[in-house]
């Protein structure tokens, strides 16, 4: 998958080009209404922002819906925490917008 980004929210570029991340990605755990589990893996040039990245969503009942709960392991060094939460909550809200 590659993802592309626009405009100045994402003016530092990505990592595998100025404007691009590329990863393979697999789920290595699917367990209907509870988890999903899959493991990316990264491609850049540089060895800061390659690599292998577990992602676990946990899903669970909440009043008017679901809560989910998303986990990274191994977050490359190159990549700041800051912008895989960002990324996290952008994703969660598509996803909102999308089942709203």
Same mark, same amino acid.
């Given at each position: 998958? &590659?993802?592309? #980004?626009?405009?100045?929210?994402? =003016? &530092?570029? $990505?990592?595998?080009?100025?404007? &691009?991340?590329?990863?393979? $990605? ?7 209404? !509870? ?6 893996? *990264?491609? =850049? ?7 292998? *990245?577990?992602?676990?969503? +946990? /899903?669970? @009942?909440? @009043?008017?819906? +679901?809560?989910?709960?998303?986990? &990274?392991? @191994?977050?490359?060094? $190159?990549?700041? +925490?800051? #912008?895989? *939460? /960002?990324?996290?909550?952008? +994703? ?5 917008? /999308? /089942? !709203?």
């Amino acid at each position: 998958m &590659t993802l592309t #980004y626009h405009g100045p929210r994402h =003016s &530092t570029g $990505g990592t595998t080009t100025e404007p &691009t991340d590329t990863f393979l $990605g697999r789920f290595v755990a699917l367990v209907p209404c !509870e988890k999903i589990v899959e493991v990316l893996e *990264l491609e =850049s040039q540089d060895p800061a922002f390659r690599g292998e *990245l577990r992602l676990t969503a +946990s /899903l669970a @009942d909440a @009043d008017g819906g +679901s809560e989910i709960t998303i986990l &990274t392991r @191994d977050l490359p060094t $190159g990549i700041p +925490s800051e #912008y895989n *939460l /960002l990324g996290r909550k952008e +994703s969660l809200e598509k996803l909102a917008a /999308l /089942l !709203e």
